[in-house]
């Protein structure tokens, strides 16, 4: 991901990424919206990339980095707390089977929103509370429109643990929201979207209005069901159940438990956004936490097979999905997506064309208009990502051949005594 793959420096990350130069460069303290929490941090990738004519190479691979700094602390926190067979397919699927596959290309504030909530969250589990929620609440500072989600997740714990004082970790990122806008628009109230909050009209019957006044009726199903946006076939995994596989592994319930009930306060906050579609980025764009507990749920039915071979089908199938997603947003993105449902760079008539429209799902349109040229570094990616694809693949695919070996034996038995 940091050597092979081509970085995305348009979009928000490219602003980001102009105020934070700014910033160093020229001590300007920009004044636009978006937060400046996570690009901070990635102060000493610029710092180095400056220091050898390259700012841009170095500061765009900061959500790489983020990732593998993420799953290598899930990976140390959790490998004495649940099975290893668990947590290495987890991680597997978490980097190349899902969405952060995608977001990890460019310089977004969504990734340093994830990993810090994700982070956070297995902290919690290991006798580090404080350190955790305090990792919560930078990463939720980052994205203000996730602290309703934090809110959500942090009535969950005080409700399982019984601990009301875990409530002043909201207080926390709340406090940081404050100040930041302080510090950089002079009032703890602006946010820096006044005035540029609000979409265009389109042919869509509720496009135009401000704020956070999309149905959220039509919001969710949206967000869930659309092909272009919706969570059934970026996150298959989330809608898969894993209840009944939890019972035995405490902590995975609890974190699991926890992550739901970040991706529900994402998810309703979102459905009354006006851009709850995230314009022409690829995929559910603000939904990418989703990915975690999506993961999650698919390394628990592979480390845990049922004995259905209906639910090894469907184990089979949401998973790869869910490898295709990683490779698809990996190698083959959505650059030309934009181009038929952006024709002019603004998002008007022809986006409701790639909300909903399977062919022009990020997910199919190579498919419709054919598979793009390949670097030779995508190809390698692409020949490894299928690899771990085969590796995560292969325990399912030979369950689910057992059953239909068991089914098969029988019916062939039945055949022969048939009246042919």
């Not at 995305?8 to 160093?24: A, E, K, N, P, V």
């Not at 926190?77 to 397919?89: D, I, K, M, S, V």
């Not at 609440?137 to 997740?153: D, E, I, R």
């Not at 995508?378 to 299928?386: C, K, M, N």
């Amino acid at each position: 991901m940091l050597f092979l793959l081509p970085r995305m420096d348009w979009g928000d990350g490219s602003i980001r990424y102009f105020q934070l130069t700014g910033l160093l460069a020229q001590g300007t303290v920009p004044e636009q919206k978006y937060s400046m929490i996570g690009p901070l941090l990635s102060t000493p990738l610029w710092l180095i990339g400056n220091a050898v004519g390259a700012p841009s190479w170095w500061t765009l691979r900061y959500n790489p980095l983020l990732l593998m700094g993420g799953v290598a602390f899930v990976w140390f926190a959790l490998r004495n707390r649940l099975p290893r067979p668990l947590l290495r397919r987890f991680i597997l699927l978490l980097v190349f089977a899902s969405m952060f596959a995608h977001h990890q290309l460019g310089y977004n504030g969504e990734v340093f929103t994830a990993i810090l909530v994700l982070i956070g969250t297995v902290a919690l589990l290991g006798n580090r509370a404080w350190p955790g929620w305090l990792a919560v609440a930078v990463g939720v500072a980052s994205t203000p429109a996730a602290l309703p989600a934090m809110a959500l997740m942090t009535a969950k714990r005080v409700w399982d643990v019984r601990r009301l004082r875990w409530v002043l970790a909201v207080c926390v990122a709340v406090a940081l929201v404050m100040t930041e806008a302080w510090l950089r628009r002079g009032s703890p109230f602006a946010t820096g979207y006044e005035g540029d909050n609000q979409g265009r009209r389109t042919i869509m019957p509720y496009s135009g209005l401000p704020g956070f006044s999309y149905p959220i009726f039509f919001g969710i199903l949206s967000l869930i069901f659309s092909f272009g946006k919706g969570l059934l076939f970026f996150a298959p995994g989330l809608f898969l159940p894993v209840r009944q596989r939890l019972r035995h592994l405490a902590a995975a319930g609890q974190l699991y438990d926890l992550w739901l009930a970040f991706v529900i306060g994402l998810l309703l906050l979102y459905a009354t956004y006006w851009s709850w579609s995230g314009s022409s980025f690829w995929g559910p764009r603000y939904l990418l936490f989703a990915a975690i507990p999506a993961a999650f749920a698919l390394a628990v039915r592979c480390y845990q097979p049922d004995a259905s071979a209906l639910s090894d089908l469907v184990t089979v199938v949401a998973l790869g999905l869910s490898i295709w997603v990683g490779i698809n947003g990996a190698v083959f993105g959505d650059i030309d997506v934009p181009k038929v449902c952006w024709p002019d760079g603004a998002g008007n008539y022809e986006g409701p064309i790639c909300f909903y429209t399977p062919e022009f799902s990020a997910l199919w349109y190579p498919f419709v208009a054919g598979i793009k040229p390949l670097t030779a570094g995508q190809w390698i990616y692409l020949g490894y990502s299928l690899a771990v694809g085969a590796y995560l693949m292969a325990g399912p695919l030979l369950r689910l051949a057992g059953h239909l070996r068991i089914w098969a034996i029988p019916a062939a038995a039945r055949a022969k005594d048939l009246p042919w």
